[in-house]
Nanobody, 112 residues
Framework: VQLQASGGGLVQAGWSLRLSCAAS????????MGWYRQAPGKYRELVAT???????KYGDSVKGRFTISRDNEKNTVYVQMDSLKPEDTAVYYC???????WGQGTLVTVSS
């Protein structure tokens, strides 16, 4: 499987961004997908995951601000990021959790 993330950029605190991750292959609809992030000097951490039937899980630092979703027709998983904070600055990676595959990452920078 190949994962192509997009949508990162530079925004101000309080703004919103939506990241997209397009997956190749024909088993997208039955896999758990996730978003993770890694800030400079920090470990990679969970942002959110979504199962094939739409159950979601969020990291504590993004609960209530980020929303993960998926479109199985488009083989794409999204994360809507609202009320962004400078501490959300990181490289965001999508992942096929079941296969253990990672995308290439997209940089999100939030200025104060």
């Amino acid at each position: 499987v190949q994962l192509q993330a997009s949508g990162g950029g530079l925004v101000q605190a309080g703004w919103s961004l939506r990241l997209s991750c397009a997956a190749s292959g024909n088993i997208f609809s039955i896999t758990t997908m996730g978003w993770y992030r890694q800030a400079p000097g920090k470990y990679r951490e969970l942002v959110a995951t979504i199962t094939s039937d739409g159950r979601t899980k969020y990291g504590d630092s993004v609960k209530g601000r980020f929303t993960i979703s998926r479109d199985n027709e488009k083989n794409t998983v999204y994360v809507q990021m609202d009320s962004l904070k400078p501490e959300d600055t990181a490289v965001y990676y999508c992942r096929d959790v079941d296969l253990g595959a990672w995308g290439q990452g997209t940089l999100v920078t939030v200025s104060s």
